[in-house]
């Protein structure tokens, strides 16, 4: 028997895009990170599409982050517009986009390089297209700034989808860094719009009042740094000194504008201080982003400062607020929520700034991450499974 639409729609999980995206990323990140944890350890589970190392950056990018930043824009473009967002069989059947893309990059039995490439891109541009159909609908213009994101986003998969088809390393290694970087791109708008004023509220203070001239230095720098990795992608060279200028003027730009943001209000709560510390993670993956053009270690470590130490602990820190405020739960830190944001904290800070002072400790700061990583989100899971799969506590839509 067909379920209908209707019934579709009343299902908890259904109802809103934060429910089954920010479930399917808590899950489909632990996994990959222990099939991950098993390959670095001598044992390989998998054998997926582009081999292990290219599903390891591709996934945790395109099949954790992006669940996240749907789950998260989809929710909050309701808010944003006054208008129903996706909810019911088109959400489901937007969670089986994704979940079908990571099942065939997982198992790419018979799978052509023009497919997998299309059913992972067709996630994005999905989401891409749906939130430009919900800003434009309501004239809520300021919104349109994360369509060009996603863009990038779009851009750096079919990158390295092409550097996995042509075997060209520096493609694949292009597009990781692209993505990585306009997902830090999306955190540095949205933390400017969302940190401050949950940090007032909470603490019941007046908010930080924006300084124009500093958030238009920090965007346009966060811009042209895009610019110069978008170039890269294309092709053309950028010298190291351009662009570690660049990188150190962002990450500078973005230290300023964290200071201002009474961050010594957000101590004692935890789903405060983790996105204040999450946010502290962008200059301090930038600056040594800028270092490591100049050559003093590995850009990779840079990269695992904003993967871990920005996306990672933010993306949980508004995983669990959304969660709760959205499902009509009062908005605090259940308890084990900030040891978890800690564990992350010490994964970021192990797998890059102690990486770059201890490159010898290597092997146990590698596991050692992944198992915090990993431990950080079961925590999640073990108090926002019911929360996210049952109705409203207040009757409430949504």
Known sequence: MLVSSLSLARLPVARLAFRPFFLLAALFGIASMMAWLSFWRGETLLHPWGGMLWWHQHEMLFGFAAAVIAGFLLTAVQNWTGRRSLSGLPLLGLVALWGVARWLMAFPVGLTPWGAMLVDAGFLIAVSAILAWLVIAARRWRNLIFLPLLGLLVLANLAMHLGAWKGSGELVRSGAHMAVLSITAIMVVLGGRVIPMFTAHRRKRPRSV??????????????????????????????????????????????????RWNGRNAWGEPLLWGLHVSYAAIPLGLGMWALAELGAFRVELAVHALTIGAMGTMMLAMMARVSLGHTGRPIETLPGI???????????????????????????????????????????????AVPLTTARIDGKEG
């Open 210 to 259: 924006p300084c124009r001239w500093l958030e238009g230095l920090t965007l346009a720098s966060m811009a042209a740094v895009l610019f110069v990795q978008l170039a890269a992608l294309l092709g053309a060279d950028t010298p190291s000194g351009v662009a570690a200028g660049l990188l150190g003027a962002t990450a500078l730009a973005n230290a300023v504008r964290l200071a």
């Open 338 to 384: 900030g040891v978890a944001l800690g564990m992350l904290i010490v994964a970021a800070l192990l797998r890059a700034p102690m990486l770059a002072l201890f490159p010898g400790i290597s092997r146990e700061a590698y596991s050692l991450a992944i198992v915090l990583w990993c431990l950080a989100y079961v925590i999640f899971l073990l108090h926002y």
